[in-house]
Nanobody, 121 residues
Framework: QVRLVESGGGLVQAGDSLRLSCVAS????????MGWFRQSPGKDREFVAG????????NYADSVKGRFTISRDNAKNTVFLQMNSVKPEDTAVYYC??????????????WGQGTQVTVSS
């Protein structure tokens, strides 16, 4: 069974750091790009960060560049999102997604259940 399970969300204060994790199972994790997305109430789900299959390429939404870092550990089937200097506008449910290809472009074909991140001012 293909599955993505996120963890690490919580309530933090503005300026704090937080590290999200997403553990994958049921597919060959090491050959697919992975991404993080987020959705706030009343808004569409938006792209946050993506990483290629071998970590050779990453890209970020402008709103998180310089603050968030995506990484992966293929030996542990896990992708991470290190969130530094968080802001109240980062408050959202964060989702892990598996890309259909090895590069971080194109459609997502598997989603996790999401983890809530709340940033207080």
């Amino acid at each position: 069974q293909v599955r993505l399970v996120e963890s690490g969300g919580g309530l933090v204060q503005a300026g704090d750091s937080l590290r999200l994790s997403c553990v994958a199972s049921g597919f060959r994790f090491e050959i697919y790009a992975m991404g993080w997305f987020r959705q706030s109430p009343g808004k569409d789900r938006e792209f946050v960060a993506g990483v290629s299959w071998n970590s050779g390429s990453t890209n970020y939404a402008d709103s998180v560049k310089g603050r968030f870092t995506i990484s992966r550990d293929n030996a542990k089937n896990t992708v991470f999102l290190q969130m530094n200097s968080v802001k109240p506008e980062d408050t959202a449910v964060y989702y892990c997604g598996k890309y259909h290809t090895s590069n971080e472009f194109g459609p997502i074909d598997v989603w996790g259940q999401g983890t809530q991140v709340t940033v207080s001012s």
